[in-house]
Structure formats: structure tokens, C-alpha cells
């Protein structure tokens, strides 16, 4: 089965610095990966998502990631954090190819902190 | 247009009682997913409905825990004499499913949740 590792619970960064935060999966294929963010009493919204191709990823709100298949990783990274991005962010992979299996596997998430 | 939706926001039960908690899908999204998310922990997977297909039920954590969905439409999920273990956020979203492609049916669209508190 697999299962998603990430490592840091919270992170303290100040406002207009860059962030990374980190995700290891565990799968024996290639998976698909998500990164969600929750804000104080908000749904999770999508931020990105990588199913096959360039391993650089693009998303909403300036961020990105970069699927390392030696490294089984896949952080999430934004060059100058703003205030409102202060929330709970969770990484997920889905591993099914066929119809049927789609649930999510998530992380125990990243809280992170933007001080001024 | 309309996101999911869930109902009520929160909800504190005593020990022992059932409790009946809602969710209204995306129109037009065939697949509905229910996880449980509890305190300082990732979303745990409970159930999965897709169309008129028989439901995942593997994340079920007890025969306490049963859901229902009607078509594509709402879908509810009861406790019955809950336990203050149940405590937690229970979280629906939905998605386009077999409508789409494959991955379509991943991007998982999720609504605000139901805080649950049993005392």
C-alpha cells in the first residue's frame, strides 16, 4: 500500500522568503501526486497536481513542484512567501491507473507559519 | 458554480448517541468520497461511492460507521453510538469520476467539513 511522509509539522518562515516543504511517497509505480492546502476553517483546496511528464510542476498562488523519482519525493516550493500564505498544507498521492481506486492517501500535513 | 457542501458545520453529541452528518456533491460529479480527519493527523479515507456502483467501504473504521448515497446526489454518513474517539472533522469531496478520464476523477474537489464532537 502506499503511504506519504511529511517529515516537518510545522515550519516558521518570514514573510518574502522562499519556502520548501518536503514529501516522501511510497509506491511501487509511478504515482500521482497532490499537493492541497487548508486554511483556517476552510475546505482543502488543490494546488497542484503531477500525473506524468515534465516533473516540474506548476500551481495556484506561485507554487511549484518537482517530482524526483530517485528521491521518491516531491516538495512543494514558492520563492517569496505572503502572510496569507499561512495555512496547513498536505501532500497526497493516488495510486490506482483504473477506475475504482481513486482515493488519497495523505500526509499528516505542514503548518506553516509566515512571520512578518 | 456551487462547491460541495457540507451540513452542519458543527455538531457535539454526547457519548452514545447517533449522529447523522451531510454532504451535497458538485452537480454532475458521480464520484463522492468521505475522509476523517482528526486532530494534528492527515485525512484518513473512509468511503467511497462511484455512480451506481457498489461502494469502497475498506476505510470503514467499525460496523459503527455506515454511509448512504442516493444516485449522484447527497450523500450521508452516520456514527451510531458515537465515542469520544470519533472526535474529528469529517471531510466530503467529490469528483468528476467516471465522467472524465482518469485522472479527472482524481482532482478531488473537497467541501468545508463537519466538525464532531463527542463529550
Known amino acids: 500500500a502506499q503511504s506519504v511522509t511529511q517529515p516537518d509539522i510545522h515550519i516558521t518562515v518570514s514573510e518574502g522568503a522562499s519556502l520548501e516543504l518536503r514529501c516522501n511517497y511510497s509506491y511501487g509505480a509511478t504515482p500521482y501526486l497532490f499537493w492541497y492546502v487548508q486554511s483556517p476553517g476552510q475546505g482543502l483546496q488543490l494546488l497542484l497536481k503531477y500525473f506524468s511528464g515534465d516533473t516540474l510542476v506548476q500551481g495556484i498562488k506561485g507554487f511549484e513542484a518537482e517530482f524526483k523519482r530517485s528521491q521518491s519525493s516531491f516538495n512543494l516550493r514558492k520563492p517569496s512567501v505572503h502572510w496569507s500564505d499561512a495555512a496547513e498544507y498536505f501532500c497526497?498521492?493516488?495510486?490506482?491507473?483504473?477506475?475504482?481506486?481513486?482515493?488519497?492517501?495523505f500526509g499528516t500535513g505542514t503548518r506553516l507559519t509566515i512571520i512578518p | 458554480g456551487a462547491g460541495v457542501s457540507q451540513s452542519p458545520s458543527n455538531k457535539v453529541t454526547e457519548k452514545g448517541k447517533d449522529v447523522e452528518l451531510r454532504c451535497d456533491p458538485i452537480?454532475?460529479?458521480?464520484?463522492l468520497y468521505w475522509y476523517r480527519q482528526r486532530l494534528g493527523q492527515g485525512l484518513e479515507f473512509l468511503i467511497y461511492?462511484?455512480?451506481?456502483?457498489?461502494?469502497?467501504k475498506s476505510g470503514l473504521p467499525s460496523d459503527r460507521f455506515s454511509a448512504e448515497r442516493t444516485g449522484e446526489s447527497v450523500s450521508t454518513l452516520t456514527i451510531q453510538r458515537t465515542q469520544q474517539e470519533d472526535s474529528a472533522v469529517y471531510l466530503c469531496?467529490?469528483?468528476?469520476?467516471?465522467?472524465?478520464?482518469?485522472?479527472?476523477?482524481?482532482?478531488?474537489?473537497f467541501g468545508p467539513g463537519t466538525r464532531l464532537t463527542v463529550t
Open positions: 461511492f462511484q455512480g451506481n456502483s457498489a461502494p469502497d
Open positions: 497526497a498521492v493516488g495510486a490506482g491507473a483504473n477506475f475504482g481506486n481513486e482515493k488519497l492517501t
Open positions: 469531496a467529490s469528483s468528476l469520476g467516471r465522467q472524465g478520464s482518469i485522472l479527472s476523477s482524481y482532482e478531488q474537489y
Open positions: 452537480s454532475g460529479h458521480t464520484a
